[in-house]
């Protein structure tokens, strides 16, 4: 039973690989205007353009996929790539392409406050200033703020750890805003500083490192944690042929994310399938960029037959990569975690990583300002089971994980290596 689970857990990891294509069945349209993608364009973005309607991006994108070549193929509406060729269509089509997935042109022509609807304000607080992931969660969460026509405060203590974190927040309460959404660098550590929010009457949440539930309302979860965690052994079980000295280099000791990874990558460990690998030390980096390239050049000292290093967070498995090269290392250690693959295509490249893994981040910052958004509105209350629409990004649900522990899963997550390094979908 518990085989089928992995086996299925890893199965959904690998399917994750390629974002489902929706072009499937679209009608094949004239284009009136053929556009070319510059730099920072995104879908949206052309929809609001040409149709007034942010959400419209689908007609765009069912157009050029049935448009063919030399238009592009759109397979994930996230992701285009400068100089594609896309296929605009008149508005009456467009009307009839959105209708097919059932949806009104012009639903979001304004935005929600323009609308008579209420604009919110949203604080969201990533775990440190200076992150690559947190600038692309960071751009998620200022397009969804941008539909909704809410306000986004995007505020990073200078380093990731949990005293910064609460000031900022004791700092936002005096602010008033609607909802304040946080990384937690300690779960346990934030928990009365978000009681203390929404005593005050702001909507406390957590995002990607959960506050423990004492001191949140729900938490949005990048992936499922246990697949996260289980696969991050096995990509380096395959790495290393099965055998060997093994170290995990986190990122700070009371990440709630990281030890969730760790605790289930100590679980898949148990498989006797593993037992000639050895777990040797698990050091932290606390995703400070310096202190992680310093404790993984520790590593390669103090174990000098070190076989593998797993990295769970993208400032440390950047840094392990970076110091691997620098000290020829690449290829006689392994290294797998998670990372942005902007940041680690090169190391791909030229066979420094072999494989590692990550979601969307950009959509974390869009799915978790959705959240805010439909909380302050009141149009959930934070219950399980309820559901509700995030954009672009569809229909999701609050579900209770025990204990009145509540999460919204984002989705699975994605493998990377040599076949899609450089494919749209490894684009953040
Ligand atoms: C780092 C942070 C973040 C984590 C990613 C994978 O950027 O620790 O919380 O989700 O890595």
């Known amino acids: 039973m518990k085989k089928l689970l992995i086996v299925s857990l890893a199965i959904t990891f690998l399917l994750a690989l390629v974002p489902m294509a929706s072009a499937q069945g679209a009608t094949k349209v004239a284009c009136t205007e053929d556009y070319t993608v510059q730099a920072n364009d995104w879908l949206s973005k052309l929809s ?13 994108q069912d157009a050029t996929n049935a448009a063919g070549a030399p238009y592009a193929t759109i397979k994930d509406p996230n ?27 012009g639903a979001t022509a304004a935005p929600a406050a323009a609308a008579g609807g209420k604009a919110y304000k949203i604080a969201l607080v990533p775990k440190g200033a200076g992150n690559p992931y947190f600038d692309a969660v960071h751009k998620g969460a200022d397009e969804a703020a941008k539909e909704l026509g809410d306000t986004m405060i995007f505020q990073a203590p200078a380093t990731a750890d949990a005293a910064g974190q609460i000031e900022i927040v004791n700092a936002l309460i005096a602010q008033k805003p609607d909802v304040i959404g946080v990384s937690a660098n300690d779960g346990d550590a934030l928990a009365p500083a978000g009681k203390k929010a929404m005593d005050a009457g702001v909507k406390v949440i957590s995002w990607d490192s959960a506050i423990a539930p004492s001191g949140r309302i729900l938490n949005e979860n990048q992936a499922n944690s246990e697949l996260v965690g289980r696969a991050q052994v096995q990509m380096m ?10 170290a995990i280099l986190s990122a700070g000791a009371t990440m709630t994310n990281q030890n969730t990874w760790i605790k ?7 498989d006797p399938k593993y037992k000639d690998i050895n777990l040797v030390a698990t050091v932290y980096g606390d995703d400070d960029r310096q202190k992680s390239i310093n404790e993984a050049q520790g590593l390669f000292k103090t174990y000098p037959n070190l076989k593998g290093i797993i990295s769970p967070t993208s400032v ?30 090169d190391y791909v490249k030229n066979d420094c990583i072999k494989a590692f893994g990550l979601w969307n981040p950009i959509d974390q910052g869009y799915l978790t300002t959705y959240i805010s958004h439909r909380l302050a509105a009141g149009e959930i209350k934070g219950v399980a089971g309820e559901t509700f629409r995030a954009g672009r990004m569809g229909e999701y649900k609050i579900v209770d994980t025990g204990n009145g522990d509540l999460q919204v899963y984002q989705g699975p997550p994605f493998k990377f290596d040599k076949t899609n390094i450089d494919s749209p979908a490894a684009s953040f």
């Open 79 to 105: 992701v285009i790539e400068i100089g594609w060729k896309l296929c605009v269509p008149s508005k009456d089509d467009a009307v009839k392409l959105l209708a097919a997935k059932g949806l009104k042109l």
């Open 237 to 246: 079980y395959d790495m290393i042929g099965g055998a060997g000295d093994v």
């Open 48 to 60: 609001d353009k040409y149709f007034n309607d942010v959400l419209a991006y689908w007609a765009i």
């Open 264 to 270: 289930w990558m100590q679980e898949e460990l148990k």
């Open 316 to 345: 440390g498995i950047a840094a392990a990569a970076k110091a691997l090269q620098d000290a020829g290392l690449c290829g006689k250690v392994q290294l797998t975690g998670l990372g942005l693959p902007s940041e680690l295509r």
